[in-house]
């Protein structure tokens, strides 16, 4: 009887939920808009912007409530799939897209899903393979969808633990690199999976190590190497696990040159997934690591100029394809100079974005080629 209840309840949310989606669309004010939320990626702290009621008429949860994780948890149980919420458009979240907005949503669920998944393999060794799979593959379509999100992804709130972040930027990251290198869709989905797994093997080095404030010893650089192979050893134990998804885990700190690590081996012997990964990792690291503190993290234009600067040691084209295409949305940040004044890019300099054109604060503009000694020291939020 109860299931039965439960069912009718279902279908009843279901019909109020298409009723409202056309009255919704229509509605906005000037500070707020609504938008649909698929119930899993919904997260706590979001208003909704209509009552959820029960087949009596009984109302569950009323318009304008703040939605918890229980009460997400509850929608989930009621087998809801999906709600109307309101998206404030303020400067603290302009986020007005709706594609942005489910793109961010994702993002926040996959951390949340990496963080346990993580956990998992602490306790047990094993990989819940369909839990990676299924995420990346959300991670890739709501990227694809949105378009360069990327510049977002580092205006997110500091984090204690950045290797569930880096996952899942590399993650949508490598994604992306792979649909503007023209990539089939599945895979693209393959390469989001590498990327979300490439740093597996961190999840059996000791919490310490991964945290250190300082720079590591060479000892310890070298325990940290050993994710590679950690990594390795994880997902080879996957069953029928595809050997591309192990060659990116195993082979994504491999440089053309031959100079990366564990093989040493040369363009030749890395797969082109590795490759792809390379560079979302080498851009991403600077960016994630010690986000909490956002003098010390390397800016956009660093991190890209990182990329230009190893352009021959990773994949010219994945590394071209995606630092010229990030070029193109780096303009108009605030920015902090190395020298302390604070002005606006006005010019990005492509092959070396962190000495691009800024107009400071008096009006004037300087252009930092000119100015080898200065450069653009990071993002001013
Ligand atoms: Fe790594
Ligand atoms: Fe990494």
Redesign the pocket.
């Known amino acids: 009887m109860w299931k039965y209840s439960l069912i009718y309840l279902s279908f009843f949310l279901l019909l109020c939920n298409n009723c409202i989606e056309v009255l919704m669309r229509e509605i906005t004010d000037e500070k707020r808009k609504i938008i649909e939320h698929r119930t899993d990626f919904l997260v706590p702290g979001m208003e909704l912007a209509h009552d959820i009621c029960s087949a009596d008429g009984k109302i569950l949860f009323a318009k304008n409530s703040i939605i918890s994780q229980h009460n997400i948890q509850k929608l989930g149980n009621w087998q809801i799939p999906k709600v109307f919420v309101y998206a404030e458009v303020t400067a603290a979240n302009p986020i007005v897209d709706p594609k942005i907005q489910k793109f961010l949503n994702t993002y926040n669920q996959s951390v949340l899903v990496v963080q346990k998944a993580f956990d998992d393999i602490r306790a047990t060794q094993k990989v819940p393979l369909d839990t990676f799979t299924a995420t990346a593959a959300d991670i890739a379509e709501s990227v694809t969808e949105a378009g360069n999100v990327i510049d977002r992804l580092y205006n997110l709130p500091p984090c204690d633990d950045y290797t569930m972040y880096h996952s899942v930027n590399v993650s949508a990251i490598s994604a992306l690199i792979a649909t503007w290198l023209k990539f089939p869709p599945e895979q693209v989905n393959a390469i989001s999976l590498a990327g979300l797994l ?2 597996v093997g ?1 999840s059996l080095l000791p919490p310490e190590l991964l945290h250190k404030p300082y720079k590591l010893s060479p000892e310890e650089y070298e325990q940290y190497r050993k ?2 192979s950690y990594g390795y050893e994880l997902v080879s134990k996957i069953p029928d696990i595809s050997q591309s998804i192990t060659a990116a885990v195993f082979q ?2 491999e440089r053309r040159d031959g100079s990366g690590y564990p093989g040493g081996i040369t363009d030749y012997y890395i797969h082109p997934y590795a490759k792809i990964i390379a560079v979302a ?1 080498l851009y991403d690291e600077g960016l994630t690591i010690n986000r909490e503190n956002p003098q010390s993290m390397l800016s956009p234009y660093c991190s890209l100029q990182k990329l230009w600067d190893e352009v021959y040691r990773l994949d010219p084209k994945a590394c071209i394809t995606f630092a010229d295409t990030m070029a193109d949305f780096l303009s108009g940040n605030r920015v902090m100079l190395t020298d302390g004044r604070e002005g606006r890019v006005v010019f990005i300099n492509k092959k070396k974005p962190s000495s691009s054109m800024v107009q400071l604060d008096d009006g004037s503009v300087v252009d930092l080629s000119e100015h080898p000694e200065v450069y653009i020291h990071y993002v001013v939020r």
């Open positions: 490439h740093d961190k994710h590679v994504h700190h990792d």
